[in-house]
């Protein structure tokens, strides 16, 4: 588990971060592709901008 996986997860769920910003996490190394997915529900991919 990531050093910020709580924080990323305790944030999200307050509704303090959303989705995009838990994206961000990832880019950032706070968090891994499968943490978010955990986190979020969603499956991690990369937005067009991660990939320019």
């Not at 509704?15 to 910003?21: K, Q, R, Y």
């Not at 969603?42 to 901008?49: I, L």
Request: net charge negative.
């Amino acid at each position: 588990m990531s050093k910020n996986y709580e924080k990323v997860k305790k944030w999200y769920d307050k509704g303090i971060w959303n989705e995009t910003m838990c994206r961000n996490a990832v880019v950032m190394g706070w968090i891994t592709p499968e943490e978010f997915t955990e986190i979020t529900g969603e499956e991690y991919s990369k937005s067009e901008r991660e990939e320019l």
